[in-house]
């Protein structure tokens, strides 16, 4: 789940609702616990590790819900490919994990093809309504301000909904990779949306506080209706409990039309007209028109070569390139020789240099083109790592004028028996998202809610990433890919807003420099740095941020990175979710990996 904090100096839309699960506590000036304090030891492998990775030759899948990752390996045992088995997945995920994903948000994915050795990159994200000008957006956003706010779009209701992207990415995957019908690919998450499933530990919480979030948003008059979202997802008047069966018959129905009618069931028929009708309602600017106009974009992926590896990301209007050019600034350093202290201050300053250019030049492509070339070149790489002081945090990031002559998630991948390979993530933004959750005018749900990305838009008209009709907003969720030697290495994905391109690129230092495992690098303690300059045009980086690390860093690291001036937290959370699967071709098998910060699993057969 993604939780974008205030920037210095602007309180949000609601800020006086603004809320935070109890489970983060920040410890700013207490020593790290033991990580392995009430812990068990391993006979094998790092004693920090949670477990062991999944081996498997036929087919793998992982995912943050273990039911989802069970529907996937039985499409791949039922002969379908693994982009069937990742729809599959998705579609599961939407009813399993409300908190992080569904069919009212955007999808992304890198798709390794084995007939023809090539990787393809999928933008399935929606678009700004059609029908509201940039003028009109300022308007409504600065009605809707509390005394004292910016003049933002507000983070939740119908201003920040843009058109959701995910079913048409599912058909377009579909379309070309898929084997079998759509109809046998969705009926395992429309069972059990009729019949109920467990809702797990995680997924409850988050349940839970999104939920009162957006009660108290609907009393701040920010969610403008709120009554399809109790009947949804709160039906006994409460969230469900670790354990509940919780069923979603609406959301059954819902797939049904879309297993049946296609694509054009959720963009131009029935589900559409309803849509329409209400964002009619509650006065929001999304109408027909703007869904039936959704298509998604197959992209070349981006890629860097780190250390003789090929690290796959995709372009812009997704925030992907940061790993890549951290990378390319991290590769002059001898990373597995350095301290723990040394390493994550270079990996924390080279974050700060590269979303400093994210906040300038990452937009959606069609309406501003960002100098890819020069930000990913080694040359450019080269001297960014020369601005960096290995004995000093930067405070701020002052503008290259070179370069300016030239701006809550689940991830899931699978590996199918033909050596086809998945790197897909999905997400509705912001927890749930907007808040609202479209019915019809009797009140009847269908049962997912809308996503929220439109909060990433920048007011400010000179602003690459402004908000303009029909465009598509900065996006913070990627997937990603690796290669060696032309050949399948690793797909792999780290959930959580800004966090993504930080775990990238911890996970693929902890592999390719520190020789850790495609577990063990998941379960190794991370570090999340806070307050960069955003794409949305807010305020620039004056005071170096704000560093969070898990309990597992050491108390000496932590005393050596606060004496070069990062102001440091301890706290539990947010690392992202981490998924992953290896291709191993020595033995010729795959090696699948779970996050243990989530609820997920890895399974394979």
């Known amino acids: 789940m993604h939780r974008r904090r205030t920037h210095r100096g602007r309180r949000s839309t609601a800020a006086r609702v603004r809320h935070r699960p109890s489970s983060a506590r920040s410890r700013p000036d207490q020593p790290p616990p033991s990580p392995h304090k009430g812990q068990g030891d391993r006979y094998s492998g790092a004693p920090w590790a949670s477990r062991s990775a999944v081996i498997a030759r036929n087919g793998v899948a992982a995912t943050s819900q273990p039911l989802a990752t069970q529907i996937a390996i039985d499409i791949l045992k039922a002969g379908g490919s693994a982009v069937d088995a990742a729809i599959a997945a998705n579609a599961a995920l939407g009813l399993m994990e409300p908190t992080g994903s569904g069919i009212g948000g955007d999808l992304f994915a890198i798709v390794w093809d084995p007939k023809t050795q090539k990787i393809y990159g999928l933008n399935a994200s929606g678009r700004a309504p059609r029908g509201q000008t940039l003028e009109q957006l300022q308007a409504r956003a600065k009605a809707l301000t509390l005394v004292g706010d910016d003049k933002g779009i507000p983070d939740w209701g119908s201003l920040s909904v843009t058109v959701p992207g995910a079913v048409d990415g599912w058909f377009t995957l579909h379309g070309r990779f898929g084997r079998l019908p759509m109809k046998d690919i969705l009926a395992p998450a429309i069972d059990y949306a009729d019949n109920g499933f467990p809702v797990t530990e995680l997924i409850s919480k988050y349940w839970a506080s999104n939920m009162l979030l957006f009660e108290r948003l609907h009393r701040a008059g920010i969610v403008e209706e709120i009554e399809n979202a109790r009947a949804v997802y709160a039906p006994a008047g409460r969230t469900p409990a670790e354990g509940e069966l919780f069923r979603n018959p609406a959301l059954a129905e819902t ?40 298509r998604s974009e197959w992209v070349d992926p981006v890629s860097v070569n780190y250390r003789g590896y090929d690290v796959f990301e995709l372009p812009p209007n997704g925030q992907g390139i940061a790993a890549l050019q951290m990378l390319n600034i991290l590769e002059g350093f001898d990373l597995k020789a ?94 749930m998202g907007s808040g609202l959750a479209p019915g019809d005018e009797k009140g009847k749900p269908l049962g997912f809610m809308f996503q929220d990305r439109g909060a990433q838009f920048a007011l400010d008209p000179g602003h690459a990433n402004a908000y303009a009709p029909g465009k598509r907003p900065f996006h913070t969720i990627i997937p990603a890919f690796v290669l060696k030697d032309g050949q399948p290495w690793l797909s792999f994905g780290v959930m959580g807003g800004a966090m993504q391109p930080q775990g990238h690129v911890q996970i693929l230092v902890n592999m390719i420099d520190l020789g850790m495992g495609v577990q063990q690098a998941g379960d190794a303690a991370r570090f999340h740095h806070d307050g960069s300059t955003e794409p949305t045009a807010e305020g620039r980086m004056t005071d170096g941020g704000r560093l969070e690390v898990e309990s597992g860093i050491d108390a000496a690291t932590i005393d050596a990175l606060k004496r070069r001036g990062h102001k440091l937290f301890v706290r539990t959370g947010p690392y992202g979710g981490y998924q992953a699967i290896q291709w191993d071709g020595t033995f010729g098998v795959y090696r699948a990996a779970s996050e243990f910060r989530k609820d997920g699993q890895a399974q394979g057969y």
Request: glycine share 8%.
């Open 338 to 431: 350095m301290s723990p202290a040394d390493r994550l201050h270079a990996m924390i300053e080279a974050k700060k240099l590269a979303f400093e250019d994210r906040a300038r030049f990452y937009a959606d492509p069609a309406f501003v083109k960002a100098p890819l070339d020069k930000l990913l070149s080694k040359d450019y790489g080269n001297a960014q790592r020369q601005r960096i002081d290995m004995g000093k945090a930067a405070l701020e990031i002052p503008s290259d004028p070179a370069v300016l002559a030239t701006g809550d998630t689940i991830y899931l991948t699978v590996a199918d028996k033909d050596g086809m390979m998945v790197s897909l993530i999905q997400s509705n933004y912001r927890g």
């Open 255 to 294: 797939y049904r039309e879309i297993a049946s009618g296609g694509r054009d069931a959720f963009y131009k028929g029935r589900i559409a007209a309803v849509i329409d009708g209400y964002f009619r309602r509650i006065k929001g600017p999304l109408t027909k028109a703007d869904f039936e106009a959704q």
